[in-house]
């Protein structure tokens, strides 16, 4: 048996491969964490299919060969670009001038750029160090990417920072620590316990203090949730006290 490989490393959750949003940020950052998809754009004006209306749209593919046989059998397909995940970047707001950013970035990347630079511990510090500059910190970006309530944490191994989260304000001000998660039906929620909120029709409880908000948020202040990254879909997870071990639970949306 002979196994494929990939000049390129392959999409990280290929179930997510065509879901990420259209418009990212642009700009380098100079590393990356996670290769998202491949991405073909195809301008109907050279001669590809008009699918839009006229507009420009884009194929994804999970690797960049299929990517690559795509956009060379393709009238109107531009070369392969890559959608890529960076939890720290470095930006450069003007030419010479470098920032250490953290939060969570897609961007689009020339294939090419991916080459050795995958970000490993000390990178940022070093490349820092090689220019002479003096790391001062990181700088937390917050708005880099929309959040979405697809992103899948299993397969990031991680909670993402941009995952949405349903929760009550309690939990989202650092009030009271999270003792209940939902991953009922593929939706996380997560709350300083179920019983303390009034999820009933025109409840003026849940219209006030149930609100979507981002796992960074969460984890600010429950940094210990990252635990729970894995727990599967219609399950759910409690704790008596923050010290406490967690107990799991069958949590289907029987409602819906
Ligand atoms: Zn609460």
Same mark, same amino acid.
């Given at each position: 048996?002979?196994?494929?490989? %990939?000049? #390129? ?16 940020? %642009? ?12 991405? $073909?754009?195809?301008?109907?004006? @050279? ?8 507009? /420009?749209?884009? !194929? +994804? ?5 299929? +990517? ?16 890529? @995940? ?5 930006? &450069? ?9 953290? *939060?969570? @970035?897609?961007?689009?990347?020339? $294939? ?18 090689? @220019? *002479? ?6 700088? &937390?970006?917050? /708005? ?5 309530? /697809?992103?899948?944490?299993?397969? #990031? ?6 995952? *949405? $989260?349903?929760? !009550? %304000? !309690? ?10 998660? %939902?991953? +009922? ?9 179920? =019983? ?32 729970? #990254?894995?727990?599967?879909? /219609? ?17 289907? =949306?029987?409602?819906?």
């Amino acid at each position: 048996m002979s196994a494929f490989v %990939s000049k #390129y490393p392959l999409a990280i959750d290929e179930n997510m491969v065509g879901e990420y949003p259209a418009l990212v940020k %642009s700009g380098a950052g100079y590393f990356y964490d996670d290769v998202l998809e491949y991405r $073909v754009w195809c301008h109907p004006e @050279r001669g590809a299919l008009d699918e839009y209306e006229g507009q /420009d749209y884009y !194929c +994804a593919f999970s690797s960049y060969e299929d +990517a690559q046989q795509f956009s060379e059998q393709t009238a109107g397909a531009e070369h392969p670009l890559v959608l890529i @995940r960076q939890s720290c970047w470095i930006n &450069e707001p003007q030419t010479g001038v470098f920032t250490a950013d953290r *939060g969570e @970035r897609l961007t689009e990347w020339q $294939v090419i750029w991916l080459n050795n630079a995958k970000r490993q511990d000390g990178d940022i510090e070093n490349f820092f160090a090689k @220019r *002479g500059i003096a790391f001062t910190g990181y700088q &937390e970006v917050m /708005d880099a990417t929309p959040f979405t309530r /697809d992103f899948n944490p299993q397969a #990031y191994k991680a909670f993402p920072q941009y995952l *949405g $989260v349903i929760a !009550c %304000s !309690c939990v989202i001000d650092g009030k009271l620590p999270i003792r209940w998660v %939902s991953h +009922a039906g593929g939706d996380w929620q997560m709350y300083c316990h179920v =019983d303390a909120h009034d999820f009933s029709e025109n409840s003026l409880d849940f219209e006030q203090n149930i609100q979507l908000t981002n796992m960074a948020q969460l984890l600010k202040y429950n940094p210990d949730l990252q635990i729970l #990254y894995d727990l599967p879909i /219609d399950k759910g997870a409690y704790r008596d006290h923050v010290e406490s071990i967690w107990q799991y639970f069958e949590d289907c =949306d029987v409602d819906q």
